[in-house]
């Protein structure tokens, strides 16, 4: 919703005369322009002294309204689109995909929660290094808590139990390069990246991303979230939307991570509350303890597999 | 773009929504003093809210020729080799170390739990000495801050491990820098005390504005490298007389994340002590560290100290790079130190 002002920038043929005229019927921004009877006001430009200049007026502002929309689509085309464009990426553990048939799916948000030490970060750390070794493309790590462990994506990329002994050859190297980590520590820094990220992403600058993890979005929103106010879930809702705009958009999987709270008789419950339940597309569980003999994952909600199902796995 | 996405406070964020500044483009072209009057405060506060608006809306412009994907971003690689060459602050119990892969790493939060009496705050003043090994016996040459919760730092104690830590530090040079140049300038039990900055908190505000306090001071403090910042302990005051959960968990998920960035900012290692309290879990009372679920989150790495028979151990309960594993340490006159079993059988691992 910008005022008229702001569009002269850009756009010199909003000058002061068109802003006038559009005064004197009460439009002073592209909003009132929509919710303004539109070929009322093409008759009184036609009156004017200078018709042309403010018919042009009027259609650059149409158009400008139009590009900022999203075309509209049929189901032909959407299924053309997630055909070519949204493939699966395998998280690195047999288990899991299977249990996905295929694995993360482009274009979803997925969420991992379950209780502290169950294996959360473990899972986006073979799933990032699964996209590196395979040279897939880029992955971008969002870090709130400092355990990106750049030792454990080597022992995974080189199938060592210890990285030091062995020779960090060239691949090892370009793999570890397309894994791209930043520390984030709070909600606006995180909003920010995003949009620095989906501007970058939108100015087809080739950039071969596939993959974002944020570990863990709970940790930033939790200093926000309730206290009697409702910006906590504006945030929230804020950052649900950017993630999947990106994710539909640049054909990324979009990983992410929570953690559980106590709810009612001692069972936990997944934090964020019950506004967040419906912003991510696949929401997986991590379930006990994370041990060498596997822990339980099961899926809370999917877009087209029957939820309920579970499987045992393993990060080697 | 919103203003409701801008970190300012809530009630001018109210303010300038009453007032019809919704979106930063409206924003862009006001003077202070008109803002100021439009939503009657002070001239100073509407300077700070418009260069907030404008570092917003200059963020949004594409930056051409810049190729990164994400603005101060590293790759792994980068990151894998600056952790390879950093130095860990040991705990001078070799066992310990060893699980811990070379000791208490820096730009990480690590959080240690016990029962009363196991040593916790042993071990918290045994690092804060060691955190000062100067670099040419393979410590870190660095200060330490102990922000005291619990009133449980006694300077005699300190000043007796650093004797120890010293004497040790002699014992090393005679034995093994013999044949090198001149001995170092050995250092005096009385100067660990000098690197040791001490705050002591008695409220649950206080610890929360010391906290707030402590980026400020690391930032003066720069060119003096503190290089540890011990919590000992951390839930004391938000355990008894807490009334509202919900803002508990906020105020400790703020403080988490405080944390985290002062670690990573100032590449020092944080140390949060903590107590453990009793959960019903599956029809009985277990051990477990205090706080809660949600605190469960806020370290990268969890060390909990435990008794086995007559025994200390330590054991690993989280981390992203370490597998599980558990070693027995004791605390001596001299500090943390290996346990020396009083078994004469040997005892199989």
Known sequence: MAPLEDLERDYPIIDSNFRMFCASHGIFTDTDFLMHDLSALEAFARQDYAPQKLEHGIKQILSIIESGQRPWLNGLELLEDSQLNKCTLSTGCESIDILLQGGLRAGHVTELVGPSCSGKTQVCLKAASHVARNSLGKVVYFDTGNSFSPKRVAQFLSFSPDPSTTQLNKTVERDMSSIVCHSVFDIFTLLDMLRQLRNNLRSQISFQMRMLIIDSLSSLIAPVLGGGGVHGHALMATAGLLLKEIAHESNLCVVVTNHMVAGEAGMLKPALGESWKSIPHVRLLLSGKYSANGTRIKILKHPYLASGKSTDFVVI | ?349
Request: aromatic content about 6%; overall charge neutral; glycine content about 6%.
């Open chain 2, 1 to 349: 773009m919103d203003v409701s996405s801008l970190p300012i406070s809530p009630s001018h964020r109210g303010k300038l929504i009453s007032a019809g500044y919704s979106s930063l483009s409206s924003l862009s072209s006001l003077s202070p003093s008109r803002l100021a009057l439009d939503l009657k405060i002070s001239e100073n506060e509407a300077v700070e809210i418009l260069k907030v608006a404008s570092v917003r809306s200059g963020q949004d412009k594409i930056e051409s020729g810049s190729r990164a994907l994400v603005n101060g971003a590293q790759t792994a690689w980068d990151m894998l080799h600056e952790e390879e060459s950093s130095k860990c602050i040991t705990t001078s119990c070799s066992n310990l170390d060893e699980i811990l892969s070379g000791g208490i790493h820096c730009k990480e939060v690590t959080e240690i739990g016990g029962v009363p009496g196991i040593g916790k705050t042993q071990l918290g003043i045994q690092l804060a000495v060691n955190v000062q090994i100067p670099a040419e016996y393979g410590g870190l040459g660095g200060k330490a801050v102990y922000i005291d919760t619990e009133g449980s730092f006694m300077v005699e104690r300190v000043l007796q491990i650093a004797e120890a830590c010293a004497q040790d530090m002699l014992e090393y040079n005679t034995l093994l820098r013999r044949d090198s140049q001149a001995c170092l300038v050995d250092k005096q039990p009385k100067s660990f005390l000098d690197n040791i900055f001490y705050f002591r908190v008695c409220t649950y505000t206080e610890q929360i504005a010391v906290i707030n306090y402590l980026e400020k001071f690391l930032s003066e403090h720069k060119d003096v490298g503190v290089k540890v910042v011990i919590v000992d302990s951390i839930t004391f005051h938000f355990r008894q007389d807490f009334e509202d959960m919900a803002l508990r968990t906020r105020l400790l998920s703020g403080m988490a994340l405080k944390l985290m960035k002062l670690a990573k900012k100032f590449n020092l290692a944080v140390v949060l002590l903590n107590q453990v309290t009793n959960k019903f879990v599956e029809g009985s009372f277990q051990l477990t560290l205090a706080l809660g679920d949600s605190w469960a989150h806020a370290a990268t790495n969890r060390i909990i100290l435990y008794w086995n028979g007559n025994e200390r151990h330590a054991f690993i309960d989280k981390s992203p790079s370490l597998p599980s594993a558990s070693s027995p340490y004791t605390v001596t006159g001299r500090g943390i130190r290996n346990s020396t079993s009083n078994c004469k059988r040997v005892k199989l691992m």
